[in-house]
């Protein structure tokens, strides 16, 4: 069973509009951490956003957002005024308390000008 | 400030050679992962490690060993190369907070 899932494998929207990815993941522990990470065409995997489970406040940083669903297992990205710099593929991963760090399929978003 | 230093960035190999991917970190992290990338797709878990002397496997550990004899040094070895090992392999370290890779190393398995 698949513990990070991202079910939408591809996105495009217009530049300037919002976009929103969804992640859901498994997990029985109570303390872990959940990332976003962004992969452009250069292959560098960059951190986007990270969010602490203990925390109810929902992660902010400039433009991204996440909604962070912890009864639904959910964790999705919310993309305001996007940019083509946006452009790449986004990564939902999971850290479980001390266990390993593992990711999502992807989702390749696209923006058009 | 080097990071996570992998290399080599590309290489060719042939069917049945062996080879090691070398990575190397200097911010003194006790978790590294090896990932591999296939051609749009995500990243798979090859094995990992918690610190020295520890290591254990992820998702797809077959036709892979690792070592960690060292925390900067977690190098993987690739002894019978296949076409199916053809792919992007990415190291990792990590600290709970933030995970940091490499620049990734381009293997064709032909």
Known sequence: ?113 | NAGVTQTPKFRILKIGQSMTLQCAQDMNHNYMYWYRQDPGMGLKLIYYSVGAGITDKGEVPNGYNVSRSTTEDFPLRLELAAPSQTSVYFCATETGAEAFFGQGTRLTVV
């Open chain 1, 1 to 113: 069973a698949q513990t990070v899932t991202q079910s939408q494998p591809e996105m495009s929207v217009q530049e300037a509009e919002t976009v929103t990815l969804s992640c859901t993941y498994d997990t029985s522990e109570s303390n872990y951490y959940l990332f976003w990470y962004k992969q452009p065409p250069s292959r560098q995997m960059i951190l986007v956003i990270r969010q602490e489970a203990y925390k109810q406040q929902n992660a902010t940083e400039n433009r991204f957002s996440v909604n962070f669903q912890k009864a639904a297992k959910s964790f999705s990205l919310k993309i305001s005024d996007s940019q083509l710099g946006d452009t790449a593929m986004y990564f939902c991963a999971l850290r479980r308390g001390a266990q390993k760090l593992v990711f999502g399929q992807g989702t390749r978003l696209t923006i058009n000008p």
